[in-house]
């Protein structure tokens, strides 16, 4: 028997049916349906990965270093990953995973084909942090890994807004741009923002949020970033646009901050970087530097009950380290215990679905400027987690919310849906 037929058996065993996929081996041969996706595994040191790290992240560190591969651009990955998750265990809501007996087929095939060896070293492009979990220190060293690639990368993926969340598309035409500003004035209008207020931007990215309100809605905008990369290009936008003395950006935890009240608070999108031990404490900050009456908008994804709460072996080791989401009404419970009266929560999954498509088509159309910039490795870790991510929102294994907030004054207040804005809603121009 070669080597294809062989993994094909192991793979049909763990699927408990004949595999969705097409395999080629390194030694020339291939089993299965050629009109299904294919799976080339170009180096038998690909197995001895699986046998150290079994299941996605072993498969992740093989695909990353180009020890297999589906050949072909982005949508061919695409394919397999539908093929894949549309088997009968992932259909049934059970795992396809590599168990003991499987295991041991992998080991016996990895012996007779002179895979067996040390564990190999974890590809350069996977995280390295260290310490204690969500430490001042450990949480920069985590934030450095993911963002500060460098700003001209993340342009190859984002818009000109540079906003990385989940954007909005009021309606079916927009492209991803105005989906976003969209976006930036949806989260402007259920704030209540009016000229004058004083506003804390909470993980602020690339300043896409600080700069819009502050530019439309004649706020005073403080956003805190522990990237360096990321407050690198708010400077530079804020003295380009116009905006210097009317948003002021920081390296800065969100621990650190410690500047009394604002009228507004915002954080897109970080909440799901603080850990679930450190989640309490990051709600008391957000109600803390928050005037009574004031309100809070909390965008963040979150994981079906039952999941696992982090991002997965792939994502927390070459994207996203320590990441933690949990289903919505856990989150909720926190920012109730916290303070909050919840006001309003708004489902924006498949809006994020068609976001990262959008970002994916950009980054495909600039895959060959990536690979100049962050090399083949850094490109096809990117080109694996877009495809992920954006079916593990189209499929509803991931979510992401928008949550309204406001700090109690033990007054009844007006419904801020009827609050008027005090901008144009220019995405439709």
Known sequence: MQIA???AAIGRSVFSTELPIR???W???SAGDRSKPLLRIESRRALRRLMWSPNELGFAQAYVTGELDVPGDSAELDRAFRALWASPAARNGTRATLGPRHYRGVAALALRSGAIGPPP??????AKVTGRMHT???DREVIAHHYDLSNDFYALILDPTMAYSCAYYA?????VEKAQIAKLDLICRKLGLREGMRMLDVGCGWGSLSLHAAEYYGVQVTGVTISQQQHQHITEQIERRGLTGRVEVRVQDYREVDDGEYDAVSSIEMGEHVGLDNYPQYAAQLFRHLKPGGRLLLQQMSRHAGAAPGGGPFIEAFIAPDMHMRPLPQTLTFLERAGFEILETQNLREHYARTIADWHRTFDENYDRAVEMVGEEVARVWRLYLVGAGLSFEQGRMGVDQILMRRPTGELAEDPRAIEPQATT???S
């Open 171 to 175: 309606t079916p035409d927009l492209t």
């Open 121 to 126: 070293k974890p590809p350069r492009s996977q």
């Open 5 to 7: 037929e062989k993994i």
């Open 27 to 29: 030694d020339g041969s």
């Open 23 to 25: 395999i080629e081996a």
């Open 136 to 138: 001042l220190s450990r």
């Open 426 to 428: 220019w995405y439709e």
